[in-house]
């Protein structure tokens, strides 16, 4: 058996076959281009496109594509084969420099948010080079940008990239204070962990609701869920078992880090978990894994499903966005240390952090707002719409005592006894974990874990850094015009703490009275894509994402008017899905038990004077939920209607908050009902049993 220390990277063009396939002259300087974002020749472009081609060629490869990421939430790609005619009417396998660099996909098919009319077609992908290119099903994939034919961004790895260059240009500044001037970069990483629902594809096919919209939109509970707590970190079933063999092959021949898998809290769902990478490599990565996540799962006749509340009644599924921030030379700037009381440097970062958090709530929130996140933030199964920060004990006292002027009185770290002698003993770590908090710090890293399943992890990060960049850049101003820099540092970390304090709370996230306690204390409590998506807009969080170069004024709106109009067509597609499920599948089901029933109470009076009670309620029961079904289909259908008649795209999105989406639930109500008494032979679709527990 192939080993995978052989065959891990072995569809990239990483570092080991650009070293061997390139000169050295050329290999420096594409290196330099990585490591320190210095313009990328020419010459250079036209060596590694040879060399690339070659590569890909020898791998089987036939075609090429700029693989990018428009604002559609899903990757594309358009294929161009190697092949040139010759002058004999034979073909060769070319590929330029100029083919490298730069394509033209269609930019006015694309999500734009009013940045390119219908008719100004043009758009560009331009070649990233910190990110591999790849080989997949016989492609040469290569990582690019995606912009409009005037220069706007039109994906979400252009900020990303903008995001990362703005708190490497801070960082720089506050490191250099601290004496360290020899650093050339600093690089946010990050590890996001995937959670996701495994079921059987021949359910999956019987099942409209899941085919348009990735989400049950009917479906009664089944005896059993998750309350016995005994699927999370279960033996995992050998189906199950096969699809994560042959996902971890296929994401470590393309170079992912897969490390974690296990399943999660509900019947059937799982999580995998990646090692960290550079977070725009890490975003590649992820939607990579997602791809290739549904990919094999036809092959072992499963399908997974990515939608962050595919069920009701159990867990939905989150993405762990682990993050931290580390020099070129290799140091992480949240490492508190052996002793972080004395590290002023990590206190200074770790300010920076809290102070970021707090000014720029609504941009974390907003970051990770879609219609299926909103079903899942705050329903005790993830951290609420409230943004708070997880610190522990220790540094929570730390910051108390740099507040107070207090002396720390910090211990050394306790060392756990389990009573057992024969069980190693082992240090405890400092701060216990939070997975109630949306914000955790975790050792040296912070989770931020409010991201959905299928959300891209681009936008968080966009948002993050460049909240992060600006607590820098305002840190660094005050500091390099201090006379006493030392006095100057401990004045500000003071004054911060004492100004930003509220968004730290170490307690239950999940307990309703916090979120009346985070209402005491001002912050914000957002709690649909309706709601906070507009706040992107705000003239405070336009000037700080333009002054850093994030975005223009006019990427902004139009990133509000994208996610929007994203929203409302998800949310439209779930309601006309319903009705259609509603009309011609359990409407005519229920209708066709109630009128065997009847029939039946009839034959039986025919033969004998019985009373059939149960009958004659169930058939009184039936008929009711019938009529509250058939009513509430009306409803949704009229509620459908009148959105088209909405033409604002924040009046869209408050009706489908307000009128939408309580409409569908009270469909939903009588419709889950009548499962529930309804012979299983004649309801149209698979319930929940097979679903949760048919793999």
């Not at 080079?129 to 080989?135: K, L, N």
């Not at 946010?188 to 959670?195: F, I, R």
């Not at 879609?370 to 951290?383: I, S, V």
Request: charged fraction near 25%; charge should be negative.
């Amino acid at each position: 058996m192939e080993k995978v220390t052989e065959y891990f990277g072995s569809m990239v063009f990483d570092e080991r076959v650009m070293k061997a396939a390139l000169s050295e002259k050329v290999y420096k300087s594409l290196k330099r281009t990585i490591d320190r974002g210095t313009p990328l020749d020419i010459s250079v472009a036209n060596a590694v496109a040879a060399a690339m081609k070659d590569w890909a060629v020898e791998k089987g490869a036939t075609h090429y594509t700029h693989w990018f990421q428009p604002m559609t939430g899903v990757t594309a790609e358009k294929h161009d084969s190697f092949i040139s005619p010759a002058p004999d009417g034979r073909v060769i396998m070319e590929f330029s420099g100029k083919e490298l660099v730069k394509g033209e996909p269609d930019a006015s098919s694309f999500p734009s948010g009013g940045l390119r009319a219908t008719f100004e077609a043009r758009g560009y992908t331009a070649w990233d080079p910190t990110s591999y290119a790849f080989i997949k099903d016989g492609t040469l994939y290569i990582p690019t940008a995606f912009c409009s034919y005037t220069g706007e961004a039109l994906d979400k790895k252009v900020p990303l990239l903008r995001s990362m260059e703005a708190l490497s240009r801070q960082a720089k500044r506050v490191l250099k204070l601290f004496g360290k001037e020899n650093i050339k970069s600093i690089k946010t990483s990050v590890g996001p962990e995937q959670e996701y629902f495994l079921v059987d594809r021949e359910l999956w096919k019987q099942r409209k609701d899941l085919i348009m919209t990735g989400r049950t939109l009917f479906g009664a509970m089944p005896p059993k869920g998750q309350e016995m707590e005994d699927h999370y970190f279960g033996s995992i079933k050998p189906r199950v078992a096969e699809y994560m063999a042959d996902l971890d092959r296929e994401l470590w021949k393309l170079g992912i880090l897969a490390k974690t898998k296990h399943n999660e809290v509900a019947p059937a769902q799982h999580e995998l978990a990646p090692i960290y990478k550079t977070t725009n490599i890490a975003a590649d990565h992820n939607q990579l894994t997602m791809e290739v996540m549904k990919k094999v799962a036809e092959r072992h006749g499963l399908v997974c499903l990515l939608h962050e509340k595919p069920f009701d009644g159990v867990n939905g599924s989150g993405k762990h966005n682990n993050w931290s921030i580390a020099t070129d030379t290799g140091e992480n700037l949240l490492s508190p240390g052996e002793t972080p009381s004395e590290n002023a440097q990590f206190l200074l970062f770790l300010t920076a952090v809290i102070k970021a958090v707090d000014d720029y709530q609504d941009l974390l929130r907003l970051s990770v707002a879609t219609a299926g996140n909103d079903h899942r933030l705050g329903a005790n199964e993830a951290p609420p719409a409230v943004i708070s920060i997880f610190l522990g004990d220790e540094l929570a006292a730390i910051l108390d005592a740099i507040e107070n002027d207090t002396p720390y009185g910090g211990t050394a770290k306790e060392k756990m006894k389990l009573g057992v002698d024969v069980l190693p003993q082992f240090s405890k770590d400092t701060t216990d974990r939070n997975r109630t908090s949306p914000f955790a710090f975790t050792g040296n890293k912070f989770e931020f874990r409010m991201l959905g399943s299928s959300n891209s992890i681009s936008c968080a990060n966009i948002h993050l850094n460049a909240a992060v960049a600006e607590s820098l850049r305002q840190f660094a101003d005050v500091l390099e015009n201090a006379d006493d820099f030392n006095s100057a540092l401990h004045d500000l970390i003071k004054e911060n703490i004492k100004a930003h304090k509220r968004i730290i709370f170490n307690g239950n996230g999940y307990d309703d009275k916090w979120i009346e306690e985070a209402e005491r204390r001002g912050l914000s409590n957002l709690k649909t894509t309706a709601d906070c998506m507009p706040r992107i807009c705000d003239r405070k969080n336009v000037d700080m994402l333009v002054s850093h170069g994030i975005f223009t004024e006019t990427e902004i709106f139009s990133r509000r008017d994208i996610m929007l109009d994203n929203y409302v067509k998800q949310v439209n597609i779930e309601a006309s899905t319903m009705v259609y499920m509603a009309r011609r599948q359990i409407l005519p089901a229920i209708s066709k038990f109630t009128a065997d029933t009847a029939a039946s109470v009839s034959a039986k009076k025919n033969i004998c004077d019985t009373a059939c009670g149960y009958e004659t309620k169930l058939i009184s029961e039936l008929s009711k939920l019938t009529d509250e079904t058939d009513n509430a289909a009306d409803e949704l259908e009229t509620a459908i209607s009148k959105l088209k008649e909405i033409d604002v795209i924040t009046e869209q999105a408050e009706f489908v908050r307000d009128v939408m989406l309580p409409a569908m639930d009270k469909l939903r109500k009588p419709a889950d009902t009548a499962e529930t008494l309804t012979s299983e032979e004649y309801w149209p679709f698979p319930a929940y049993d097979k679903l949760l527990f048919g793999v």
